[in-house]
């Protein structure tokens, strides 16, 4: 069974950094998996920047949604982020919020078998405003039960504030 971290927290709150660092602190060479679909080219500068923070210690691997068929027998890997990984399942099912409940389960439940140490990051989106639409509301309430899933499954969670790692669980 894997060893899991949970991090979360708002935007730009130091979620992938602190990750990143963490996972380095507990092996010299691992492994980045990246679930971003590059949905427009501003987005596609954003993911740029992200792969400029990562040297040549780190693997990267990118994956939009099915992240148990990656091999991670013994690896420590950042999973970055949950929030991406769910919007591929969200657009592809057509917004059905339970069929991507059970897809993002299944994919969980087969990933946490792996022997590996997963660190997790995810935002916590619901703290802001509310959403002005169907579809916003509907992801909202989607991104915070796979969040309540990951926390309840993890062996440590982790909320970012202003860069500063608050220890929850």
């Known amino acids: 069974m894997a060893k899991m971290t949970f991090i979360t927290g708002g935007a730009r709150s130091g979620k992938s950094r602190y990750a990143q660092q963490l996972a380095l602190s507990r092996n010299r060479n691992p492994v980045y998996v990246a679930t971003a679909r590059i949905w427009d080219a501003e987005f596609g500068q954003r993911v740029d920047r992200h792969r400029k923070d990562r040297d040549e210690r780190w693997t990267v691997l990118e994956e939009e949604k099915w992240l148990s068929r990656l091999s991670l027998e013994g690896r ?17 099912l057509k917004y059905d919020v339970e069929a991507c409940l059970e897809a993002c389960d299944r994919e969980i439940e087969s990933l946490l078998r792996q022997d590996a140490e997963l660190i997790v990051i995810s935002n916590e989106i619901g703290m ?4 002005d639409t169907e579809s916003g509301r509907k992801f909202t309430d ?6 309540q899933s990951l926390a309840a499954k993890a062996d440590e969670a982790i909320f ?3 860069g500063l790692p608050l220890h929850v669980k």
Do not use: R
């Open 76 to 92: 420590v890997a950042v999973i970055d982020c949950v929030t991406l990984w769910i919007t591929n399942f969200f657009a592809d």
């Open 128 to 131: 802001g405003l509310h959403a």
């Open 142 to 147: 989607l991104q915070g039960w796979i969040n």
């Open 160 to 162: 970012m504030v202003s």
